[in-house]
């Protein structure tokens, strides 16, 4: 019910340290963008439209 959600990276040892398992920690894939010539923009526009959610119990 409490934490942040985010799991355990590794275990603690019997002397007091952390072993970190490399398996565990997560890790992002960046693309190369070092011959990229378009602007990059935000992910997601200002201008996209709010759509609301409808309620599954409305007729």
Same mark, same amino acid.
């Given at each position: &019910?409490?934490?942040?959600? !985010?799991? $355990? &990276?590794?275990?603690?040892?019997? !002397?007091?340290? %952390?072993? #970190?398992?490399?398996?565990? #920690?997560?890790?992002? #894939?960046?693309?190369?963008?070092?011959?990229?010539?378009?602007?990059?923009?935000? %992910? #997601? !526009?200002?201008?996209?439209?709010?759509? &609301?959610?409808?309620? $599954?119990?409305?007729?």
């Amino acid at each position: &019910m409490f934490g942040t959600g !985010s799991g $355990a &990276m590794g275990r603690h040892t019997k !002397s007091g340290g %952390y072993l #970190v398992d490399w398996n565990k #920690v997560r890790t992002f #894939v960046v693309p190369d963008l070092e011959n990229f010539t378009k602007k990059l923009g935000p %992910y #997601v !526009s200002r201008k996209t439209p709010i759509v &609301m959610k409808k309620n $599954a119990t409305t007729n």
